[in-house]
């Protein structure tokens, strides 16, 4: 069974920062490039980066370039997003999302987690 569990969310202050982390299992975490997705309250699905199954492609939505890093440790099966320089608009749940092979397609996962609220206010 796939499962892809996120945690480090919490609330933090505007200028913050956070660690996210998504430990997964069930797959070869290896042979697939992963995602973070988020939703901020009210709104739709908005990708936030993504990461190819070696780390060495990483792509960024523009707003995010310069404040948030993606990274994996593929001998911990695990998936990381460091979040810095955090303002109000990205305050949201986010997702990890397995995509459906070793490259990165947009809009294209299998499986997804259950999301870690993050907060960000004064």
């Known amino acids: 069974e796939v499962q892809l569990v996120e945690s480090g969310g919490g609330l933090v202050q505007p200028g913050g920062s956070l660690r996210l982390s998504c430990a997964t299992s069930?797959?070869?975490?290896?042979?697939?490039?992963m995602s973070w997705v988020r939703q901020a309250p009210g709104k739709g699905l908005e990708w936030v980066s993504a990461?190819?199954?070696?780390?060495?492609?990483?792509y960024y939505a523009e707003s995010m370039k310069g404040r948030f890093t993606i990274s994996r440790d593929n001998a911990k099966n695990t998936l990381y997003l460091q979040m810095n320089s955090l303002k109000s608009e990205d305050t949201a749940v986010y997702y990890c999302?397995?995509?459906?092979?070793?490259?990165?397609?947009?809009?294209?996962?299998?499986?997804w987690g259950q999301g870690t609220q993050v907060t960000v206010s004064s």
């Open positions: 999302a397995k995509g459906p092979s070793d490259s990165y397609h947009p809009d294209q996962y299998d499986y």
């Open positions: 069930g797959f070869t975490f290896d042979d697939y490039a």
């Open positions: 990461i190819s199954w070696n780390g060495d492609s990483t």
